[in-house]
């Protein structure tokens, strides 16, 4: 199995979600479940059923955030540096139209490509992992094959709103 890599701001973005669920959502929830319990027959209280079924999403949340945040290890690109590209490398990548755009690989839980994040585990991130400057990746897309080369590559920045 490969190994789950995340930076640190998505662990913390992961992180406070699992925290907001825990103690702010579950405890409003309970409270809503309990008051519509209290309002008597549970069988055709409808805010009684939606509040249990909210509660089971809440928890199987919760269950799979301390799950993913036990799971990964955090990598954080400032740390590392060098002239190949690894998890949290930002690169710049130019077609054969001379159009040049910029991606940060980051973790499957932080991926945004329309902000330039895309995971290292995507089909561009796989293929952009252990290249050098100059070198040609192919990517294969349903439209057809794209041709880029890697013209730079960053450790330290990010792109696009995290």
């Keep these: ?27 409003k929830t309970v409270a809503e479940v309990a008051t519509a319990a209290a309002h008597g027959d549970r069988s055709e ?12 999403d809440i928890d199987r ?6 799950k993913r945040l036990d799971s990964v290890e955090v990598v954080d690109p400032k740390t590392q ?17 001379g159009k040049r755009s910029r991606y940060q690989l980051v973790g499957e839980d932080e991926s945004a490509p329309e902000h330039g994040r895309v995971s290292y585990l995507s089909p561009l991130g796989r293929a952009l992992l ?6 040609l990746v192919v990517l294969s897309r349903p439209a057809g094959d794209i041709e880029l080369e890697l013209v730079a590559i960053f450790y330290g920045e990010s792109v696009g709103p995290q």
Excluded at 61 to 66: M, S
Excluded at 81 to 97: I, L, P
Excluded at 130 to 135: A, E, L, M, S, T
């Design 130 to 135: 252990r290249r050098k400057v100059g070198d």
């Design 81 to 97: 540096s060098g002239s190949v590209v690894f998890f949290g490398a930002t690169v710049e990548v130019e077609d054969r139209d």
């Design 45 to 56: 209280n409808a805010e009684y059923k939606y509040g249990k079924l909210r509660l089971k």
């Design 1 to 27: 199995m490969l190994k789950s890599y995340i930076t640190p701001a998505g662990a913390a973005k992961l992180t406070a979600e699992l925290r907001r669920l825990f103690e702010i959502e579950r405890p």
């Design 61 to 66: 949340r919760l269950h799979f955030l301390q």
